[in-house]
């Protein structure tokens, strides 16, 4: 079969993620200003002053080295955490799947309870939970990044688990792995040669678009003033400078963008990957 | 034959009931075990300058000197008397009841819920079902781009821009604030307009989707040709044969999503400023209202469940194939 030309999203969108993470990467090596230090010569620049292509924020602060260097908190959050919870929800809906009887039932039982608080209102609790203890001084306990990684992969085990368990149900009821078991092949090595790595490729699919999900919870608790410290991340350099919408608009509104494209990005490959698996799946 | 398959039903009906009482415990439960676990001594920060006679006293009301379960039941036995606990305040002689607080605060939300939905309705049916019969044409490929585009943007970016172009570029509308339906339905609905465009935009895009990949296999079936063939109008087609059959997966997205807005508005309140239910629960779990959190995340729970609940039984009533599919 000749092999297909890739569309032209698929560059577009690797293009972007390939950016952001170089930028993750390398983005305090370039010659930009530093993303904290205040310009008071240039407060609330508009876009391309001399200096500062973005402009700069109301302290002076250079918006283009604020949005690399919150691309880096941004990246590792969702990436973090949606790699946890797919270990972790694969490793419990798998096992579930396979063991069937009271393991399934309980592991069920907890990814039903979890589902059943809506996403944005279980990241807020957890959040309080993993908080410092003083509500009026968020920078006491644990570093801010770490509280939201945690949060966000208590929250989206279940998501990813339940579907870990339903497509390892559903392979293992296929042909191949009743011939592998009445050969005598062990339950365990089974269950890695056959179930795991079916199961994997639509938890990456689903991993993409989860990931996505986690970038904009992560700009929404910034927006509720729970996120990262201000600046820190694409959400809380949209947050803190919100009250300028008026004045500065672009500073709210270029990292809102640079939070759209990534998530674009992402549902482009999770779609993407999802269509590649259908057509592997019909062939079978 | 029939009887058996009533019986059956009713069993599945009862265990879904059971199961899903089940749940409601272990949530109520999990969410008093959360909450106890939130760190700091919650009662010097509801009573920052209380004495130690005060405080110990609010200790005793909020259940904080029992364990983790007697403080779970007696939380219960308010609550489902309808005792949802006290928003405590050091201004407002000793707080206020939790209750009070939701019935401002709720109605603001469902209205938001209800005009989302309705207005993400409105669009996605006919665009969804147009672009299902032009299935591949050049308007189909556009337009589901662009809707590909749209459901990736967050909807606070959605909104913010729209609080930028209407509220502040344009002048058209007020970025801020909510005016009840009592102060007039033109300004309640002027203030309105950009939390529902923020929210809808996304739904429209998902919904339509949904919709267009369910009709286009619908149009695959045989009834489909067979009234084609019948010499019935296309239009006709569509909408009385094509329309329902395919439209069971949108109506559980439609529920869902609505359901999730409860408690899932709160940025998009945040950023228009509506105080809405979302606030008040954000706001709880801010400054530590031990009741408030507890009852609020409860309420939220429930109807979630009670939403999925409805929707699986609308499921079966609306689609007899998968009463058969699922007795199978």
Redesign the interface.
């Known amino acids: 079969m000749a092999r297909k030309r890739k569309p032209i999203g698929y560059y577009l969108s690797s293009g972007w993620l390939y950016l952001c993470i170089f930028m993750s990467v390398f983005g305090g090596l370039l010659p930009l200003p530093k993303w904290d230090d205040n310009d008071f010569e240039y407060t609330g620049a508009g876009l391309f002053t001399p200096g500062h292509i973005l402009g700069t924020d109301y302290d002076g602060a250079d918006l283009l080295s604020q949005i690399i260097h919150g691309t880096r908190n941004s990246i590792v959050i969702a990436f973090v955490s949606v790699a946890a919870a797919m270990l972790i929800g694969g490793i419990l809906g798998i096992t579930a799947a396979y063991r069937r009887g009271w393991v399934d039932s309980i592991v069920t039982?907890y990814f039903?309870?979890?589902l059943?608080?809506?996403?944005?209102?279980l990241v807020?609790?957890?959040v309080?939970?993993f908080?410092?203890?003083?509500?009026f001084d968020p920078s006491g306990?644990m570093p801010r990044v770490l509280v939201l990684i945690l949060s966000l992969t208590f929250v989206i085990i279940p998501v990813l688990g339940r579907l870990a368990r339903s497509s390892a149900l559903s392979w293992t009821g296929r042909d191949f792995v009743l011939v592998a078991e009445s050969m005598g092949m062990k339950k365990r090595s089974i269950l890695m040669t056959h179930i795991v790595p079916n199961v994997v490729p639509s938890m990456m699919s689903v991993g993409f678009l989860a990931a996505?999900v986690v970038i904009?919870v992560e700009?929404?608790l910034s927006?509720?003033?729970?996120g990262t410290n201000p600046g820190e991340s694409w959400g809380s350099i949209?947050a803190k400078n919100?009250g300028e919408?008026?004045l500065i608009?672009h500073t709210?509104?270029i990292p809102?963008?640079a939070?759209?494209l990534t998530?674009?990005s992402l549902?482009?490959f999770g779609?993407y990957f999802r269509e590649k698996i259908d057509g592997r799946e019909a062939r079978i | 034959m029939h009887e058996t398959m009533t019986v059956s039903k009713v069993r599945g009906i009862l265990t879904n009931l059971v199961k899903m009482i089940v749940v409601l415990f272990l949530v109520t439960f999990g969410i008093t075990v959360l909450v106890r676990l939130l760190p700091g001594d919650p009662v010097s920060t509801l009573l920052p300058f209380g004495s130690p006679e005060q405080l110990d006293a609010l200790r005793a009301e909020l259940g904080l000197d029992k364990n983790v379960f007697q403080y779970y039941f007696s939380w219960l036995g308010d609550f489902v008397r309808g005792d949802f606990g006290t928003y405590y305040s050091t201004t407002a002689d000793g707080g206020t009841p939790v209750s009070s607080m939701i019935a401002q605060t709720l109605p603001r939300t469902l209205l938001l819920m209800l005009y989302t939905t309705f207005v993400s309705l409105a669009f996605s049916i006919p665009l969804g079902i147009l672009l299902a019969y032009r299935a591949q044409t050049r308007l189909d490929k556009t337009v589901s781009n662009v809707l590909f585009g749209l459901s990736s943007i967050p909807n606070f970016a959605i909104g913010l821009a729209l609080a930028y172009l209407l509220g502040v570029k344009l002048d058209l509308l007020n970025p801020v604030g909510y005016i009840p339906i009592s102060e007039g339905l033109g300004e309640h609905i002027k203030s309105m307009i950009m939390p529902v465009i923020s929210l809808s935009l996304g739904t429209i895009a998902t919904f339509t989707r949904l919709l267009r990949v369910d009709t286009i296999s619908t149009l695959k079936e045989d009834f489909v040709t067979m009234a084609s063939s019948k010499g019935l109008s296309n239009r006709w087609i569509l909408w009385r044969h094509v329309f329902r059959p395919s439209s069971l997966t949108l109506l559980t997205s439609a529920a869902l999503t609505m359901a999730s807005l409860i408690g899932g508005a709160v940025v998009i309140e945040s950023v228009f400023a509506l105080n809405g239910f979302g606030m008040f629960l954000a706001m709880s779990i801010a400054v530590r209202q031990y009741l408030a959190i507890q009852s609020l995340v409860a309420l939220v729970a429930i109807a979630f469940i009670l939403f999925n609940l409805i929707v699986d039984v609308f499921y079966a009533v609306i689609d007899p194939r998968v009463r058969n599919h699922r007795g199978a």
Request: without cysteine.
């Open positions: 039982m039903n309870v979890t059943s608080i809506p996403t944005l209102v807020l609790v957890m309080a939970v908080s410092s203890p003083d509500p306990g996505g904009v700009g929404g927006i509720l003033g729970v949209l919100r919408i008026s608009p709210t509104l809102a963008l939070i759209a998530v674009m549902n482009y779609d």
